[in-house]
Antibody
Framework: EVQLVESGGGLVQPGGSLRLSCAASGFTFSSYDMHWVRQATGKGLEWVSA???????YYPGSVKGRFTISRENAKNSLYLQMNSLRAGDTAVYYCARDIGRGYFDLWGRGTLVTVSS | QSVLTQPPSVSEAPRQRVTISCSGSSSNIGNNAVNWYQQLPGKAPKLLIY???LLPSGVSDRFSGSKSGTSASLAISGLQSEDEADYYC???????????FGGGTKLTVL
């Protein structure tokens, strides 16, 4: 089955770190750009990061310098290392498969990250 | 404040037609494809329209997309109760070098 499954979410204190994972199956993971998108409760979608097939990475200003996206093609896995977490980073984090510059044809179910003391 | 602008909510009666607008700029909609996502309550987003006006396999042809200049629209005809959801437009932004989303539009079928 073609799917993405996120894991690694949880409760973390402000200033702390967390590493999210996204396990891909049913398709050739290495052939696709991959993204992380988040959604705070009751809010809209916010793009968090992207990684190309060649390992090139992209971030919005809100997370640049704090978050790092990476991939391990041998394990069909996508990661998001989140450091210096803030309350505003509290959200459900989705991984998504990119067919072409923001055309996400496959999404995971998401993993909840809560930043609170 | 989202880079792409959508109305927060729209409503229409069953079997009618509704449109949702998405306004951007030359660095995003004006120069890149627009994609639309449907998010049912408690679910992950789902691709609804890609490359401005194309329907993915399995999506009802009651949904259609269009684009003109720096604006795009999603139209839903023959409204059904199961269409109640949040709808998001998205596009690549050349200036920000990333994906930008609209703030989302909540559709209510009266």
């Amino acid at each position: 089955e073609v799917q993405l499954v996120e894991s690694g979410g949880g409760l973390v204190q402000p200033g702390g770190s967390l590493r999210l994972s996204c396990a891909a199956s049913g398709f050739t993971f290495s052939s696709y750009d991959m993204h992380w998108v988040r959604q705070a409760t009751g809010k809209g979608l916010e793009w968090v990061s992207a990684i190309g097939t060649a390992g090139d990475t992209y971030y919005p200003g809100s997370v640049k310098g704090r978050f790092t996206i990476s991939r391990e093609n041998a394990k069909n896995s996508l990661y998001l290392q989140m450091n210096s977490l803030r309350a505003g980073d509290t959200a459900v984090y989705y991984c998504a498969r990119d067919i072409g510059r923001g055309y996400f044809d496959l999404w995971g179910r998401g993993t909840l990250v809560t930043v609170s003391s | 404040q989202s880079v792409l602008t959508q109305p927060p909510s729209v409503s229409e009666a069953p079997r009618q037609r509704v449109t949702i607008s998405c306004s951007g700029s030359s660095s995003n909609i004006g120069n890149n494809a627009v994609n639309w996502y449907q998010q049912l309550p408690g679910k992950a987003p789902k691709l609804l329209i890609y490359y401005d006006d194309l329907l993915p396999s399995g999506v009802s042809d009651r949904f259609s997309g269009s684009k003109s200049g720096t604006s795009a629209s999603l139209a839903i005809s023959g409204l059904q109760s199961e269409d109640e959801a949040d709808y998001y437009c998205a596009a690549w932004d050349d200036r920000l070098n990333g994906v930008v989303f609209g703030g989302g539009t909540k559709l209510t079928v009266l």
